[in-house]
């Protein structure tokens, strides 16, 4: 959880760090965690010389504390696909349960990517969430996801709509990420909800890494 409020269960958008840091960190927790809400002030209005600064604009109408008070951020336009997805797929819910998959390699970095499978008990399908934190291109390439109950030759894009890459559940995944980059692919699974292979022991994703001005 990202918060700019001290001991309080809500998310904030994180100040530091280009857009394209802060949107990341975003997806993260919203991903990972199935949600992310952004408030601000008592009264939904943030001054012009607030500590936030005057880019939080003002909340809508009805969206008042302590119910919504949405804020807008340099980042809000590259992540609002992603939050306006989560409601999209069971696998995307708070509710749902998450498992790291191995990674067997990522190209032109080294621990800079970090991969999870996302799962409700119930459904029929499961969404593998991806992250790349490196400031470069990357290419990951995953375990065989058959342990964990994937099947089917397909998968779909959670967040864009559309077809997602094909896969083979009993072969490594193969799959590229943009610089600082996330996606979330919709796969079908059995409900099983333990590899019959023991992963290395789970680990929390890296850190961004601050683009480059």
């Known amino acids: 959880m990202w918060s700019g409020w001290t001991g309080?269960?809500?998310?904030?958008?994180?100040?530091s760090g280009s857009p394209e840091v802060a949107a990341l960190k975003a997806a993260v927790t919203a991903l990972l965690a199935g949600y992310y809400y952004q408030r601000y002030g008592p009264d939904c209005h943030v001054p012009s010389d607030s500590f936030y600064g005057p880019d939080y604009g003002t909340s809508p109408p009805g969206?008042?504390?302590?119910?919504?008070?949405f804020g807008s951020t340099a980042a809000a336009?590259?992540?609002?696909?992603?939050?306006?997805?989560?409601?999209?797929?069971?696998?995307?819910?708070?509710?749902?349960s998450r498992r790291r998959?191995?990674?067997?390699?990522?190209?032109?970095?080294?621990?800079?990517?970090y991969?999870?499978?996302?799962?409700?008990?119930g459904a029929s399908v499961a969404a593998v969430v991806l992250f790349n934190f490196a400031?470069?291109?990357?290419?990951?390439?995953?375990?065989?996801?058959?342990?964990?109950?994937?099947?089917?030759?397909?998968?779909?894009?959670?967040?864009?709509g559309g077809s997602g890459p094909p896969l083979d559940p009993q072969?490594?995944?193969?799959?590229?990420?943009?610089?600082?980059?996330?996606?979330?692919?919709?796969?079908?699974?059995?409900?099983?909800?333990?590899?019959?292979?023991?992963s290395p022991p789970s680990s929390s994703p890296p850190t961004p890494q601050q683009v480059s001005s």
């Open 8 to 15: 309080t269960a809500r998310t904030q958008p994180h100040r």
């Open 63 to 69: 969206n008042e504390w302590p119910g919504g008070c």
């Open 77 to 96: 336009s590259l992540v609002a696909v992603t939050l306006k997805a989560l409601s999209g797929s069971s696998a995307l819910t708070p509710a749902a």
């Open 135 to 160: 400031a470069t291109e990357v290419t990951l390439t995953l375990e065989p996801l058959a342990p964990y109950g994937i099947v089917g030759l397909e998968s779909s894009d959670l967040l864009h």
């Open 171 to 198: 072969q490594p995944w193969v799959l590229t990420l943009q610089p600082l980059g996330w996606a979330a692919y919709g796969v079908a699974w059995d409900g099983t909800t333990a590899p019959s292979t023991p």
């Open 101 to 113: 998959i191995n990674l067997l390699s990522t190209s032109g970095c080294r621990g800079c990517a």
């Open 115 to 121: 991969a999870a499978l996302r799962e409700r008990g």
